[in-house]
């Protein structure tokens, strides 16, 4: 089982699915129309069937140690609390199950992300969170994975992490 966890409009479940190189594939999103856009994708391109779960990352209704590999691309900025994510990322995998993640870097251009708009979120809650490569590091070891590998590529991290 491979999930797309925070799959926005699923470009990485529609490839996952149809490599049919997994059992099961499964896109998980939090946002309703998000989860649309997907399967509106999906059928414009005659998508292998995959499943659909609204879920928040923090609390997944998988049951622990069941899934083979998560992938998350671009979204831990944007998850509300990354260290509940993690853990249950943590949780979900299966032993020696694999994490792959990428996510912006401190310094992303003011033309990708409004900086101003992100600073002066509603409760003083940034609309995106930005990490260092250590802090990612620290965070995945604090979820509890045995392996942890952050690229940084300009502004962006690659991370992969085992369990």
Known sequence: TVIDLSCGSGLMVRRLASSGRYGKTIAVDFSESMLGEVVRRAEEEGCPPFDLVRADVARMPFVEGSVDAIHSGAALHCWPYVQD???????????????????????????????????????????????????????????????????????????????
């Not at 199950?97 to 990428?102: K, L, Q």
């Not at 409760?123 to 604090?142: D, H, I, T």
Request: charged letters at 25%; aromatic letters at 12%.
């Open 85 to 163: 994510g993690l853990k249950e990322v943590h949780r979900t995998l299966a032993p020696g199950g694999r994490f792959f993640a990428t996510t912006f870097l401190w310094g992303v251009p003011d033309e990708l992300v409004s900086l101003g708009e992100n600073l002066s979120s509603p409760a003083g809650r940034r609309a995106y969170r930005f990490f260092s490569p250590e802090e990612l590091k620290w965070l995945m070891k604090g979820a509890g994975f045995s392996e942890v590998h952050v690229e940084q590529v300009e502004r962006c991290a690659i991370i992969r992490c085992v369990k």
